[in-house]
């Protein structure tokens, strides 16, 4: 974080000091929530959990090297008590962002999120000093924490928006105003706590409702209710997609022996040819909005092109592929799954897969509401429509909707299968699996489901026969 002294933390968030000899110490260090990542000038955050209570580590994080904490409460240690913690790391955040002076991208949408804030982190680091969300922390939490993280030093601040209602958004952007607002799609993530798709096209758009008249808003010119928030604000529209008429475009899209999305770029500027290192089509979007929003910060062609091509995976079981000594491909996508997210995964272990066994071992997709039947069965059906050899559908009642859908579409018993759990998956892998097979692994993150995938990656002993064997 910028250099703050106790004293000016207290004024911003409304706090009082307690047990501070100096109020004119500083916090050099970062915010941290976790008691293990303090290090010497951090500012511990308090908070009150269902299992764990933060101010129960006080001392301990001030003995560690912080130099206060926030609190509710008064604990022992220099603290600045709140009434409320995370409003006032909302104001902490506000603050500092406003002193910076970075140009602040915000982005959001229903699937993609992630993958396109680490390809546009990994551009603009090219140009400038970048902070980005880590992994997903993008709630009302994460988020300011991602923008205390900022320093002097930095350019583009880039923070991943998440929401699960009405106002959501409209509240992450009240804590750090965005210059530029990116808005990806909007599918059926958490419909069933939206009602809809409109209601989750309401939400997505208080993004581009927040910006100011000089801002821009990048939207998916392929996505009509993205398409249609052109009329919700007062910035500048630029349009990216496969359209003819997307501003920053994408041609002659195809994909490599490796299932790698290859691509001529087109923007404003000029054209380049794109090679991804990651895998799927999907990624082609992806790809494009950040190219956009790399466009309007100035970069040319040449420069977002070469950046693309080199770009690989920040963030941990998103398309994770790794090959086992055996040949065997494991694609680890476990970290959270909805209905379009699942369709992009299935077509992308297609195509790495030509000429070889494909498994899709999947799990339920969570948040659905009523359409939770008809999404899982129609997952079930894809994957025998795209020829995937064999299906492990593992969990309960969503993931027999999975086999049902399978085994309805034609798949009679043999190419498809439901397993209780994690460790049944593993089991039938490990019997299962033969040289050069690719394992696609997704499913809501409750699941748990990285289990397959590091079981996978763990047991990757091979007989002299080539047959795969456990441990």
């Given at each position: 974080?910028?250099?703050?002294?106790?004293?000016?933390?207290?004024?911003?968030?409304?706090?009082?000091?307690?047990?501070?000899?100096?109020?004119?110490?500083?916090?050099?260090?970062?915010?941290?929530?976790?008691?293990?990542?303090?290090?010497?000038?951090?500012?511990?955050?308090?908070?009150?959990?269902?299992r764990v209570d933060g101010h129960d580590y006080a001392a301990d994080v001030v003995a560690a090297g912080a130099v206060a904490v926030l609190a509710s409460r008064p604990v022992g240690v220099p603290a600045v008590v709140v009434d409320d913690v995370q409003a006032a790391i909302g104001a902490l955040a506000r603050h500092v962002v406003e002193r910076l002076g970075a140009?602040?991208?915000?982005?959001?949408?229903?699937?993609?999120?992630?993958?396109?804030?680490?390809?546009?982190?990994?551009?603009?680091?090219?140009?400038?000093?970048?902070?980005?969300?880590?992994?997903?922390?993008?709630?009302?939490?994460?988020?300011?924490?991602?923008?205390?993280?900022?320093?002097?030093?930095?350019?583009?601040?880039?923070?991943?928006?998440?929401?699960?209602?009405?106002?959501?958004?409209?509240?992450?952007?009240?804590?750090?105003?965005?210059?530029?607002?990116l808005v990806l799609n909007v599918g059926t993530a958490h419909i069933g706590e939206f009602g809809g798709r409109e209601q989750i096209a309401v939400a997505k758009g208080e993004l581009v409702e927040s910006l100011p008249a000089d801002g821009a808003a990048i939207l998916n010119a392929d996505d009509p209710l993205v398409?249609?928030?052109?009329?919700?604000?007062?910035?500048?529209?630029?349009?990216?997609?496969?359209?003819?008429?997307?501003?920053?475009?994408?041609?002659?899209?195809?994909?490599?022996?490796?299932?790698?999305?290859?691509?001529?770029?087109?923007?404003?500027?000029?054209?380049?040819?794109?090679?991804?290192?990651?895998?799927?089509?999907?990624?082609?979007?992806?790809?494009?909005?950040?190219?956009?929003?790399?466009?309007?910060?100035?970069?040319?062609?040449?420069?977002?092109?070469?950046?693309?091509?080199?770009?690989?995976?920040?963030?941990?079981?998103?398309?994770?592929?790794?090959?086992?000594?055996?040949?065997?491909?494991?694609?680890?996508?476990?970290?959270?799954?909805?209905?379009?997210?699942?369709?992009?995964?299935?077509?992308?272990?297609?195509?790495?897969?030509?000429?070889?066994?494909?498994?899709?071992?999947?799990?339920?997709?969570?948040?659905?509401?009523?359409?939770?039947?008809?999404?899982?069965?129609?997952?079930?059906?894809?994957?025998?429509?795209?020829?995937?050899?064999?299906?492990?559908?593992?969990?309960?009642?969503?993931?027999?909707?999975?086999?049902?859908?399978?085994?309805?579409?034609?798949?009679?018993?043999?190419?498809?299968?439901?397993?209780?759990?994690?460790?049944?998956?593993?089991?039938?892998?490990?019997?299962?699996?033969?040289?050069?097979?690719?394992?696609?692994?997704?499913?809501?993150?409750?699941?748990?489901?990285?289990?397959?995938?590091?079981?996978?990656?763990?047991?990757?002993?091979?007989?002299?026969?080539?047959?795969?064997?456990?441990?």
């Open positions: 974080m910028i250099a703050l002294s106790l004293a000016e933390i207290a004024d911003v968030v409304g706090g009082q000091t307690y047990d501070i000899p100096d109020p004119a110490a500083q916090v050099t260090g970062p915010v941290v929530r976790d008691s293990r990542e303090v290090e010497p000038g951090s500012l511990f955050v308090a908070f009150v959990g269902e140009v602040t991208v915000a982005l959001t949408g229903s699937v993609g999120k992630t993958s396109s804030k680490d390809l546009l982190a990994q551009v603009l680091q090219r140009k400038a000093p970048t902070v980005y969300t880590p992994g997903s922390f993008n709630n009302e939490i994460g988020l300011p924490l991602t923008a205390l993280s900022a320093t002097d030093e930095t350019r583009f601040l880039i923070l991943e928006m998440g929401a699960r209602g009405i106002g959501h958004i409209r509240y992450l952007t009240g804590l750090t105003p965005p210059k530029i607002g398409r249609a928030m052109a009329s919700r604000t007062k910035a500048r529209v630029l349009l990216f997609g496969e359209s003819d008429d997307a501003d920053v475009r994408a041609e002659n899209v195809r994909l490599t022996e490796n299932g790698q999305p290859a691509f001529t770029l087109h923007t404003p500027s000029g054209c380049s040819d794109v090679t991804l290192r990651l895998y799927g089509e999907h990624h082609v979007s992806n790809a494009l909005a950040a190219a956009a929003v790399a466009h309007e910060l100035g970069m040319s062609v040449d420069e977002i092109a070469l950046a693309l091509s080199e770009a690989g995976t920040l963030s941990r079981w998103r398309m994770e592929v790794t090959e086992r000594p055996d040949g065997v491909t494991v694609v680890n996508d476990a970290y959270n799954a909805n209905p379009e997210s699942m369709r992009a995964a299935l077509r992308a272990l297609v195509a790495m897969g030509k000429g070889r066994r494909t498994w899709a071992v999947l799990g339920h997709m969570a948040e659905l509401g009523d359409e939770g039947l008809a999404e899982h069965d129609a997952v079930g059906r894809l994957a025998v429509r795209l020829n995937v050899s064999k299906l492990v559908a593992v969990g309960g009642r969503e993931a027999s909707w999975l086999q049902l859908g399978a085994y309805n579409e034609g798949s009679w018993g043999e190419e498809s299968v439901h397993v209780s759990d994690a460790q049944a998956a593993i089991d039938l892998l490990r019997s299962e699996l033969r040289a050069g097979d690719v394992v696609l692994v997704k499913a809501s993150r409750s699941v748990g489901l990285e289990k397959v995938a590091t079981a996978l990656l763990d047991d990757a002993a091979v007989s002299s026969e080539g047959q795969v064997s456990g441990r």
